[in-house]
């Protein structure tokens, strides 16, 4: 009776002790097992790169294309949206927004639209003049201005926080003090100084002030390049020591 039973028992813990035995080395490998490395795409070479986290600078609208020329600045967080022209040595500086997605808007030569201004043109003026905007060359917009289906001729100064309204026009060698409203339609004449809200003739300029205006392009037209010369993708030191050794008189 001993011998059966003790043969029931071996035959009942020997698979036990086996299943625990595989169990055990089972467990050991898991934790001894270096943990596999996730598997990551490899991006594909001719695949577009986009940036979501910046705004973009050049805005196409349908088949308008904003154009700049070679040696204007424009800052890196303007935008220039639709049909806008920045011709040569003009500049656009920090904030501003030209939004030409109605109508066309021009900057001139040596003409410069600074911090924070809103440039805008209208479908059609209500005063039948032409409704898109022409910033004339030698001209400087201050900082905060809003102009909408304006025209402003050569070597103007349109002071800072000034609004220009549809149809309104400033003829050659005027100023406009800071803080002036022109209002739809209004004509200031040549060699004028106008301000308040709206607009009013202050006094006549002297022939000193109107040699000065675009003296002021040209001096923010040569801060601009600066500027420019920053946000080139290569460094311009090298012009430099082409110079020096040029004065050393040794071969480039």
Same mark, same amino acid.
């Given at each position: ?28 490998? /898991?934790?001894?097992?270096?943990? /596999? ?7 594909? !070479?001719?695949?577009?790169?986009? &940036?979501?986290? #910046?705004?973009?600078q050049i805005i196409p609208l349908g088949q308008w294309l904003p154009k700049v020329a070679v040696d204007a600045y424009v800052a890196p967080n303007v935008v220039l949206a639709g049909q806008v022209t920045v011709w040569d040595?003009?500049? %656009? ?14 900057? #001139? ?11 805008? *043109? *209208? ?6 003049? !032409?409704?898109?905007?022409? +910033?004339?060359?030698?001209?400087? %917009?201050? *900082? ?18 000034? +609004?220009?309204? $549809? ?9 406009? $003090? ?12 040549? #060699?004028?100084?106008?301000? #308040? ?19 002021? *392009? ?7 390049? &600066? ?9 311009? %030191? ?6 020096? /050794? /040029? ?6």
């Amino acid at each position: 009776m001993a011998t059966s039973l003790a043969r029931f028992s071996r035959r009942g813990l020997a698979p036990n002790l086996i299943r625990r035995f595989f169990a055990a080395e089972a467990a050991l490998a /898991k934790k001894t097992e270096a943990p /596999k490395p996730k598997p990551t795409p490899s991006p594909s !070479p001719d695949r577009a790169k986009w &940036d979501y986290r #910046g705004q973009r600078q050049i805005i196409p609208l349908g088949q308008w294309l904003p154009k700049v020329a070679v040696d204007a600045y424009v800052a890196p967080n303007v935008v220039l949206a639709g049909q806008v022209t920045v011709w040569d040595g003009s500049s %656009v500086w920090n904030g501003a927004v030209l939004r030409g997605d109605l109508n066309k808007i021009t900057l #001139g030569f040596c003409s410069n639209v600074q911090e924070r201004c809103v440039v805008h *043109a *209208a479908w059609s003026s209500p005063t039948g003049l !032409p409704a898109d905007t022409l +910033i004339d060359r030698y001209v400087t %917009v201050g *900082a905060y201005s809003l102009l909408r289906s304006c025209t402003i001729e050569p070597e103007c100064i349109i002071g800072q926080h000034s +609004i220009l309204m $549809e149809g309104s026009l400033v003829e050659t060698r005027s100023i406009l $003090e800071a803080g002036s409203v022109v209002p739809p339609g209004r004509r200031i004449p040549s #060699g004028e100084l106008w301000g #308040g809200n709206p607009a009013r003739f202050i006094r006549t300029l002297t022939n000193e002030e109107t040699l000065e205006i675009p003296k002021l *392009a040209v001096a923010i037209n040569h801060l601009s390049g &600066d500027y420019f010369s920053e946000f080139l993708p290569y460094s311009t %030191v090298y012009l430099e020591v082409e110079k020096f /050794k /040029k004065s050393l008189g040794i071969a480039v």
